[in-house]
């Protein structure tokens, strides 16, 4: 059983910085083993892929709306996976999830991922 918590939103204003972090406690098919990705639910309901890697940490991939702002990383000694979020705009506010699956390639496609943290909520004021 694949178990992900995500931390760290809060409600920032626009230009801030937050970084999210997510815990990933499971058995052979946690975090470390296949790719991991961040999404987001906006307020109006819309999902988004944010961020995906594959497991060493290669091979990022960023939806234009974030590229150059946010960063995925992880610590796979921590079982950590972590979303850097810089220069923050309004438009950013959401739920944030953390996802994890056991195939390797790196995605934006929530179809794509068999594990799904509870989510964490950022606040972005202008």
């Known amino acids: 059983q694949v178990q992900l918590v995500e931390s760290g939103g809060g409600s920032v204003q626009s230009g801030g910085t937050l970084t999210l972090s997510c815990a990933g406690a499971g058995s052979t098919d946690g975090y470390g083993r296949g790719r991991v990705a961040w999404f987001r639910r906006h307020p109006d309901k819309s999902r988004e892929g944010v961020a995906a890697m594959r497991p060493r940490g290669d091979n990022q991939i960023y939806a234009l709306s974030v590229k150059d702002r946010f960063t995925i990383s992880g610590d796979r000694v921590k079982n950590v996976l972590y979303l850097q979020m810089n220069n923050l705009i309004p438009e950013d506010t959401g739920r944030y999830y953390c996802?994890?699956?056991?195939?390797?390639?790196?995605?934006?496609?929530?179809?794509?991922?068999?594990?799904w943290g509870p989510g964490t909520e950022v606040t972005v004021s202008s």
């Open positions: 996802a994890a699956d056991s195939r390797e390639w790196p995605s934006l496609l929530e179809s794509d991922y068999d594990y």
